[in-house]
């Protein structure tokens, strides 16, 4: 039985390798970026590693045995016809439309992207958001200098998104610019007539000095099996803003791996927003590295499961640098039998000398049978810090329940104002009014 089941392991990666090195071989952008390098050691790293089991500490809490049975179909272009009108955020008024990348099945949609002057003529001439085989030349060689960091390894689906590395959203603002527009990354999985893996790709470059709001979007049009395996670089320069929006959003039947990797250098501000709803298995892995002194880090969280989802949070804060400040809070709203799972890192090494790190779990059960697992985490090695950390986990009080309802509402009422109450902390601090709109009302029709 051991044997079958490493074997099914190892043909599962193998199959998806092989799809990936279909794409790579008609991919154009081989040559610009050297992608065909970076893709033949990812690829040499999957055929070399192992699929996640619980016997994994990393994963002993998620069980994705059951991706195994699925015979996912990685698309070679975006052939898929969708419609967003179902999809997007809705905004009152054209003042309010944000500037919008479309990828589907991780291939790049202009047709259904609004990036054109016509429609934003205050567009500064050297921002460039876009994909990547359009970014102006001379952007070029910075591209690839953060694509080349993916040539080292550390993780099997990482490597298998840069294993099949075609195209990619790119957003680069240029040192001292300030872009007043949010700018949504909406990212597709459009599945066909078998179950579907996008990989989705993501590079945002904030030069020095700049300021920019992402919302970074994961949705899917239908209901049919589908694996999206995504995975973002943020790199913030000295004295940059990034306000960083991440939504997954996808359907009851799809399987969302997710990773995020940032770096910050010096004076910098980084904050992220991450708000997992849907997907039947979701994996978020969030790591902030700090590349310089005295950047600030602010990690907000919301996780919203019903029925039997299953969705799992592990992030890291990585300090070697002094001065560094970081703030996490990371909320939970499970029903029925769902389940959770956080895993908060926060290292702390010697030469970060009087960091100040805290870092809260907060988890709200509605059901008997919903289970969470938190673990906030910190390692010191600095003998001159601040760090705090701490969990919750706790169901809706009976006599908050009975004060709202001795006031004229419903028991169905009453449970949506204190679920909402205990959502809007999070959806509050959302840089985009629209969007933490959409989600209350999300998180009020699941509760």
């Known amino acids: 039985m051991m044997n079958t089941q490493v074997a099914s392991r190892e043909m599962f990666l193998t199959d998806l390798v092989n799809q990936c090195g279909k794409l ?3 991919n154009k952008e081989s040559s610009a970026y050297g992608l065909q390098d970076l893709r033949d050691a990812a690829t040499e790293y999957v055929l070399s590693s192992s699929f996640p089991t619980v016997k994994d500490e990393e994963w002993r809490f998620t069980d994705l045995s059951s991706v195994l049975q ?5 698309p070679q272009s975006n052939q898929s016809t969708v419609k967003l009108a179902d999809i997007i955020m809705p905004v009152k008024n054209k003042a309010d439309l944000p500037l919008r990348l479309v990828f589907v099945n991780g291939f790049y949609a202009p047709d259904l992207s609004t990036v054109e002057s016509s429609v934003f003529p205050n567009l500064p001439l050297d921002f ?15 591209i690839s200098d953060v694509l080349s960091k993916h040539r080292q390894q550390t993780e099997v689906f990482t490597a298998l998104n840069t294993a099949g590395l075609a195209d990619s959203a790119v957003v680069f603002v240029p040192a001292n610019m300030s872009i007043d527009l949010p ?5 597709l999985t459009a599945p066909g007539a078998s179950p579907t893996m996008s990989q989705p790709h993501c ?7 700049s300021n920019v709001t992402l919302i970074e979007d994961y949705a899917t049009s ?4 589908a694996f999206t395996n995504a995975v973002t670089d943020v790199i913030v320069g000295e004295n940059a803003t990034v306000n960083h929006v991440r939504l997954q959003r996808e359907g009851g039947e799809v399987v969302h791996i997710g990773k995020s990797a940032i770096e910050q250098s010096r004076n910098s501000r980084y904050t992220c927003h991450a708000i997992s709803l849907g997907g039947k298995i979701s994996r978020h892995n969030l790591e902030v590295f700090q590349r310089g002194e005295a950047t600030e880090t602010t990690l907000n969280g919301l996780t919203v499961a019903f029925g039997e989802q299953l969705s799992d949070t592990h992030s890291v804060i990585d300090f070697n640098h002094p001065h560094g400040t970081s703030r996490q809070l990371h909320k939970c709203i499970i029903g029925n039998k769902a389940r959770a799972v956080f895993n908060g890192k926060v290292f702390v090494r010697k030469a970060a000398q009087l960091t100040d790190a805290g870092q809260l779990s907060r988890n709200l059960l509605l059901s008997p049978r919903a289970r969470v697992d938190t673990k906030p985490q910190l390692e010191i090695v600095a003998d001159n810090v601040k760090c705090s950390h701490g969990a919750t986990v706790s169901q809706l009080e009976d006599d908050e329940l009975f004060y709202l309802q001795s006031r004229g509402l419903d028991l169905e009422r009453s449970r949506y104002l204190l679920i909402d109450a205990f959502a809007a902390e999070m959806l509050n601090q959302l840089p985009i009014l629209g969007v933490a709109k959409m989600l209350s009302t999300c998180v009020a029709i699941q509760g």
């Open 24 to 26: 790579g071989a008609a």
């Open 70 to 74: 699925i015979p996912f179909h990685i």
């Open 128 to 142: 460039y958001a876009g994909n990547l085989s359009n970014v102006p030349e001379k952007y070029q060689g910075r």
């Open 183 to 187: 700018i949504h990354l909406l990212f």
């Open 203 to 209: 590079l945002v470059i904030a030069e020095p000095g």
């Open 222 to 225: 239908g209901n049919v099996p």
